[in-house]
């Protein structure tokens, strides 16, 4: 094991964080309190670890960190430590045939694809050039506020789109979706194992008519078959358990996506990590806000955005 420093992306902007290696294994601490050591880009790191010895490595040398956490891969999803457990909720597609999917997903779905494609509305693998990154940088560009929250990536240029998705080189792989030459869509698609991960779904609100997200989907589905993975996976499928289905998660059940509850484990390597783990500060502070006033925040803070940036 050696100490160094890696780089994370959090809120949209990279930051230096401690970190230790093993092999080509990197284990990053993040957080304030708790401070958490977890593996860096766990979704893509496809080799079996020993979580033991990395857990008795952070503890002998005293890392800066109080919890160590891992998670088990899909489709793991029964308990396999007797660490403590948690369940990291997922929206995770099993794939099958195009045809397959289209049967089983809602019919309101079915009837944008079909809309789209008499549309003039395509779906093709893009190359990551310069035609890309600019249509990229048109979509990032186009509203500063996506889902009531302020857009990481809204006021970034050329140079910047190009940085940024340009990780994973020899494992993603963009869909893009075009009308005439107008790039209205794009999804990253990045592989590990046996699944694909969206890194990055986004669409042009002047097109939402055209369901160009929905027509991603398909273009992803079909992909993913050809290529014989087994899961698509979209993100969380709620990330919050104590709302109500939210848009987002009504648009991936429409789209034949699945709820799958990952173990995730939380390995205390102090008592302040002990005592975060039983007051749930593990999850945030936030986490100890009631889902009331959760909602109200929300509310309030989609108000004041609309009306400082729809003016």
Not at 88 to 115: F, G
Not at 200 to 212: E, V, Y
Request: proline letters at 4%; aromatic letters at 12%.
């Amino acid at each position: 094991m050696e100490r160094c420093e890696d780089y994370i992306t959090l809120g949209g902007k990279q930051m230096a964080v401690p970190a230790y290696r093993f092999g080509d294994l990197f284990v990053v601490i993040t957080g304030a309190m708790p401070r958490i050591a977890q593996i860096k880009d766990e979704w893509y790191y496809e080799k079996a670890f020993d979580a033991e010895k990395i857990f008795g490595a952070l503890k002998d040398a005293k890392a800066p960190a109080d919890l160590f956490t891992f998670a088990q891969r899909l489709p793991d999803i029964r308990q396999m430590h007797s660490y403590p457990c948690e369940r990291d909720n997922y929206a995770a597609l099993p794939i099958t045939a195009y045809e397959t999917w289209l049967e089983r997903i809602s019919s309101k779905e079915r009837r944008a694809i079909s809309r789209a494609r008499d549309m003039g509305l395509k779906v093709d693998i893009a190359s990551f050039d310069d035609r890309l990154i600019r249509g990229i940088t048109k979509i990032y560009n186009e509203t500063p506020i996506r889902q009531g929250r302020k857009f990481w990536h809204y006021g970034e240029d050329y140079e910047k789109v190009k940085r940024v998705n340009e990780t994973y080189p020899d494992r993603a792989v963009f869909l893009g979706a075009w009308l005439d030459n107008e790039l209205v869509g794009f999804i990253k698609l990045v592989s590990s194992g046996n699944l694909a991960r969206t890194m990055q779904i986004i669409s042009k609100n002047a097109h939402r008519d055209k369901s160009p997200t929905t027509m991603l989907i398909a273009g992803a589905v079909e992909l993913c078959y050809k290529r014989g993975l087994e899961y698509l996976v979209y993100g969380k499928y709620t990330y919050d358990e104590e709302e109500e289905e939210s848009g987002l998660s009504e648009f991936k059940r429409h789209n034949g996506f699945k709820r799958f509850d990952i173990p995730r484990y939380y390995i205390p390597l102090n008592a302040r990590g002990t005592l975060s783990l039983k007051t749930g500060l593990h999850h945030g502070a936030k986490s100890l806000i009631p889902s009331p006033l959760k909602s109200r925040i929300k509310t309030i803070r989609t108000t004041v955005y609309n009306r400082i940036y729809q003016r």
